[in-house]
């Protein structure tokens, strides 16, 4: 497989970078920054094979011009922590000639970077002397505002920066590599070098990955100098050999019957969090119809029955009003004089004359008796509100009151508690300051509002027990991961199981407990290494 790497980093302010200063490193060139008062000087540094700008055709002319494109770069950003320029490392294919290399670089930039406005300042470099003779690599820096005839525009794309532009960056190098690989190379040698911007657990390769050291680490090993990232670098190799020969001697290894694959294991796991999902969804639904319940008690009182008697009366008043608000527009309306109309009232005024006093005694008449239905309307409800408070209105809420009663009596319980409640406190609230007096208006409010309380407590351990589901969840899931890490790290392939009579929480906990157990002891030798790996393991699983 040839070498693939695509990699993105900020030129920022913050860093105490220029753009100035970097697009000559990388260029070999010898630019002065304008803003920092300063000459930046590499032409005597080699390993640069070829340098050059790429731009959208609409740009102007000077953005071809490495000093001016930025040096305008930097003088359109104002802000002291400013990313000015972002750079972009391609590794280039051994297996291509150095003009197919250039090629492949200036197809990806062109359709990627400048075709969205960008302008690129691409240096290919030949690999450094002590190095890999492999590692052919390009610089792209590019701006990070799009270019436009009269210059920058005033503000940034910052859709450039977003994780899913990266994603499909690396997806259109790997594409665009293998497609170079094979017109240069043919189809059947290109297959044995096809490269691939998924990582070993996407292409489900049982695999760590690799620890990039860096340029300047990679310098200090070459010297003998001991870095950290090269000791990082040798552990992780020494993880992944340890990982290898202790699968290996589980492999050989009689598997007794209470164990089980961790890869089903972890299948299980995620079982159990979906199914607890459910339970989540359901104890959601017990905790609306609790809401619900709270809501109608609070809705059944007197005032309540008054208003649902006249319910109807105020809809028919309410249409009657909009009714009697047409009418009279219509009735102020007249009519509309159009050519013919005109011709009429020149030709036979008289009957004109007496066709609109008809339309009008017509439009005035259905006016009046809108009216009319409103001031009847307004008068049965009047009459409605008044027979409600005489003794047989009494009566009839009484009968309201017990029909409901009779269908619902726990919920108009706790409506008459809630109501006296109300009316407790909003009688006794001016009536003392004294801590006793508190202490009593508390005692006689909690008292009438005994079957209320009861609907809150079943609402808080409602609500309490949605926040154990939740948590559950996220335990069961990132157990499963951890499972699934162990599996695809080559660490055991199976683990002995707990007793599966235990409940779904407390067998996910035991399950995690037994993976780390017979880890520890199946290489008690192997110890350092393995406590890493288990460290790095359970930090991603458990969020640690």
């Known amino acids: 497989m040839a070498d693939y790497r695509l990699s993105v980093q900020f030129i920022s302010r913050s860093d105490r970078r220029s753009a100035v200063a970097a697009a000559a490193y990388r260029a070999g060139d010898c630019l002065e920054d304008e803003r920092g008062k300063m ?17 959208p055709e609409s740009a102007p002319g000077w953005v071809h011009d490495r000093e001016s494109l930025w040096n305008a770069v930097e003088a359109t950003e104002k802000r002291k922590d400013a990313q000015v320029a972002k750079e972009v490392q391609l590794s280039l294919p051994a297996e291509l000639n150095p003009e197919q290399r250039l090629a492949l670089a200036r197809a990806f930039v062109a359709e990627n970077f400048v075709a969205k406005g960008m302008v690129a300042d691409v240096a290919i470099h030949a690999p450094p002397r002590e190095g890999d003779a492999r590692n052919h690599h390009a610089h792209v820096l590019l701006t990070t505002r799009q270019i436009g005839p009269d210059g920058f525009l005033a503000i940034k ?18 594409k665009l590599q293998n497609r170079h690989l094979v017109l240069s190379l043919g189809e059947e040698k290109a297959r044995e070098v096809q490269v691939s911007h998924q990582s070993y657990a996407e292409r489900g390769i049982a695999k760590a990955p690799g620890r990039h050291i860096g340029p300047e680490a990679t310098a200090m090993e070459r010297k003998g100098e001991r870095t950290r990232r090269g000791q990082a670098a040798r552990q992780s190799q020494q993880i992944q050999a340890a990982g290898r020969e202790l699968k290996e001697q589980l492999a050989a290894r009689t598997v007794s019957p209470g164990t089980k694959n961790l890869a089903a294991l972890a299948g299980e796991l995620e079982g159990i969090a979906n199914r607890m999902k459910g339970e989540k ?69 008289a009957e004109m004359l007496w066709e609109t006093a008809r339309e009008q005694m017509a439009r005035d008449g259905a006016a009046n008796a809108a009216g009319a239905k409103l001031k009847n309307i307004q008068a049965q ?32 319980e706790a409506a008459e508690r809630v109501r006296k409640a109300e009316k407790t406190r909003s009688a006794y609230q001016n009536a003392t300051k004294t801590p006793k007096g508190k202490e009593i208006i508390a005692a006689q409010v909690k008292k009438m509002q005994g079957d209320l309380g009861a609907l809150r407590t079943e609402e808080r351990k409602a609500r309490r027990n949605i926040r154990q589901l939740d948590r559950n969840i996220k335990t069961a899931s990132r157990t499963a991961k951890v499972a699934r890490d162990m599996f695809e790290n080559d660490l055991p392939s199976s683990v002995r199981l707990p007793s599966r009579t235990l409940g779904d929480t407390r067998y996910v906990k035991a399950a995690f407990d037994e993976m780390q157990r017979n880890l520890r002891a199946l290489a008690p030798e192997q110890q350092k290494a393995l406590t890493l790996n288990l460290r790095r393991v359970i930090s991603l699983g458990l969020g640690g």
């Open 281 to 349: 969804a359901q104890a959601e639904q017990r905790l609306q119809a609790i809401q619900e319940k709270m809501k109608a008690a609070r809705r059944i009182t007197r005032a309540a029955i008054r208003k649902e008697s006249i319910a109807p009366l105020e809809r028919a008043e309410f249409e009657a009003k909009k009714e009697l608000e047409r009418r009279e527009t219509e009735a102020k309306s007249g009519r509309d004089l159009d050519a013919k109309t005109i011709l009429r009232w020149v030709t036979n005024p």
């Open 157 to 174: 794309n910052r859709e450039w920066n977003s994780k899913e532009q990266l994603h499909e960056w690396r997806e259109n190098w790997a």
């Open 381 to 412: 409800k009047r009459e409605a509100l008044a027979w409600l408070k005489t003794p047989q209105g009494g009566e009839f809420i009484k009968a309201r009151v017990a029909e409901i009663k009779a269908t619902a009596p726990e919920m108009f």
């Open 39 to 55: 000459v930046h000087d590499y032409t005597r540094k080699g390993g640069v094979v070829h340098s050059e700008i790429m731009a």
